[in-house]
């Protein structure tokens, strides 16, 4: 900014040495646009250092030109059909007879009459004119005039709409978000076809702008909790948003945990889902990710396709869902706490075995656990992080060669091998890669207390875990809701899925004022069996 105004008293102390006239040296002090094309083009090469990529083009307005027109774009950022043909072609062919107009009226007439696009806005401050440029629009010079228009013509390079990666389906929509925040809003009001489904933009971070929008459905989403997101975003005052990373961290409630306080998602039907509960959606652009709150523990276990399939399949995959969750969080612990403090659980066929595996392992079960699941992150982060070409093959032949290499040379025991290997598939299984990141964190806290105490230390740090889950909020909301606090009509829809037309009401401490769901009898009525008689057998019937 301090380059801006130092170029604009430059361009002053200049224009008064050539002597100009006191009605041009009145926008000089200001951030107001200059009635000289010359100085404003002098501004915008300053301000952005003469770079490469600002195409300044000087257009003919019609086949006898009076008025000087110039327009401002960047390279890569537009949509160059949009510039070419509803833009600069409507500007070159606008007929003779609308040439008469003075000065001072041309750029009404470009914004009426001229131009071919669906959005124009009048704007005479040069850093909302800047923040137009950099997003992508063109903005149009007329010589004599101190406005410039600002012609929506976003576009570029973007990546198509695609099936998404990371909460894969069998069932249900196949798109994904991509990473234009316009694209992604239009994903979901295709599902959500309501007037009610309301916007509010916003631009975060004073390098990169970046657009973030609010999106929730007016009545079902409780005010409250619209205006403590509206709050906290507005509060936000950092050089630049990356990533709905960045959001997430500023705006959650509790820094202190690892397990996270907001969900996100890149499919359209789950946000759309999360809208019809009472949640609120946060699009951020450059960004496939959009965040979801209030979030809740359970959430995190469940997955859209659960409501596509029958409830007792659905239950079915929730049970197994939370088995996973625990085998993940404590295989590793209850393999020591057994062999360390509690060989008496063991079964004797079974002691004997361990035992016997065990004779030649020069380390406690502890630092044998310890040394496999170090091992298995370092492997797990490499494959992550490698090409997809040989990150898999690094994964799977790394695991089969160091797990087989460390057991003859008696580093640990196969037994070990085979409870990491299953506590490490189980975290894969998990559906929230958040929630398994967390596990794979709080697991090392259940290994030491196993290590210390057996299974009374395990039970102490599962008390703690649950005593901390209990205390998080999300917007204010419980995160253990609905099961601390426990509301008993909502536990259908937790660990277990009760059937569609049971679903009456929305969430209490999420919705607003319509918590209505659906009507009554949605449950199908199916005809009664009709008895055939003699006569229908007679008649073929």
């Known amino acids: 900014m301090f380059s801006f105004f130092k170029g604009k008293r430059e361009m002053k102390n200049i224009k008064n040495q050539q002597g100009n006239s006191p009605t041009e040296s009145t926008h000089k002090s200001s951030n107001n646009i200059d009635t000289s094309l010359s100085m404003n083009v002098e501004i915008i090469k300053k ?16 086949k006898f030109p009076k008025v000087k027109t110039k327009i401002v774009y960047i390279k890569g950022l537009v949509d160059n ?27 009404d007439m470009i914004a009426e009459d001229v131009v071919a696009v669906g959005e124009i806005k009048k704007s005479r ?17 007329i010589e004599g005039n101190n406005a410039a228009l600002s012609v929506s013509t976003q576009g570029g390079e973007r990546r198509s709409i695609q ?37 509010e933009t916003m631009k975060i971070g004073k390098m990169t702008k970046t657009d973030v929008s609010i ?8 005010n409250e909790i619209v205006e403590e997101v509206r709050k906290r975003l507005k509060r936000i005052d950092i050089d630049g948003v990356l990533e709905s990373g960045f959001i997430e961290q500023l705006i959650e409630d509790q820094t202190k945990t690892t397990f996270p306080t907001i969900h996100h998602t890149d499919r359209p039907d789950g946000v759309a889902g999360n809208l019809l509960e009472g949640r609120i959606a946060i699009f ?7 965040l979801m709150v209030p979030a809740l523990f359970i959430d995190f276990f469940q997955s859209v396709e659960d409501y596509y399939e029958r409830f007792d399949i659905s239950t079915a995959i929730r049970l197994l869902r939370t088995i996973i969750f625990f085998i993940s969080l404590v295989g590793p612990a209850v393999y020591i706490a057994a062999t360390t403090f509690h060989q008496e659980m063991i079964p004797t066929k079974l002691a004997v075995i361990v035992a ?39 994964s799977i032949v790394g695991a089969l ?62 008390i703690i875990l649950v005593v901390h889950l209990s205390s998080l909020r999300s917007f204010g909301v419980p995160y253990m809701t609905p099961l601390a606090p426990f509301i008993k009509e909502e536990v259908g829809d937790t660990i277990v899925r009760r059937q569609l037309w049971d679903y009456k009401k929305r969430p209490k401490l999420i919705s607003g004022r319509n918590k209505v769901r659906q009507g009554e009898n949605q449950k199908p009525h199916p005809p009664e069996p009709r008895t055939m008689n003699n006569s229908d057998y007679e008649k073929g019937e």
């Open 81 to 107: 059909q949009t510039v070419n043909d509803f833009l600069i072609e409507a500007m070159i062919d606008i007929p003779a007879s609308q040439e008469q107009n003075t000065q001072q009226e041309v750029i």
């Open 215 to 222: 999106m929730y459905i007016n009545g079902i989403a409780k």
């Open 47 to 62: 301000r952005t250092g003469n770079s490469s990529d600002i195409v300044i083009r000087p257009v003919k307005l019609g």
């Open 125 to 141: 401050d040069w850093d909302e004119l800047f923040t137009e440029l950099m997003s992508g629009n063109t903005i149009i010079f």
């Open 356 to 394: 016997a595996q065990r004779e030649s392992v020069p380390f406690p079960a502890f630092v044998e656990a310890l040394i496999m699941e170090i091992t298995f992150e370092i492997l797990r982060e490499a494959g992550l992080r490698m090409p997809k070409a040989i990150g898999s093959t690094i």
């Open 163 to 199: 099936e998404s990666t990371t909460n894969v389906s069998i069932r249900g929509s196949k798109e994904a978000f991509n990473e234009s925040i316009e694209t992604n809003i239009a994903l979901v009001r295709r599902i959500i076809n309501t007037p009610d489904l309301w916007i």
């Open 401 to 462: 060669v160091i797990g087989q290499a460390a057991i003859q040379a008696g580093i640990v025991s196969p037994v070990m091998v085979i409870v990491v290997s299953i506590t490490a598939i189980a975290s894969f299984a998990t559906p929230s890669y958040a929630v398994a990141i967390s596990a794979r964190l709080v697991r090392f806290m259940f290994m030491v207390s196993a290590a210390t105490f057996g299974f009374y230390g395990m039970i102490l740090a599962f």
């Open 284 to 290: 951020v652009n450059g960004t496939p990710f959009v």
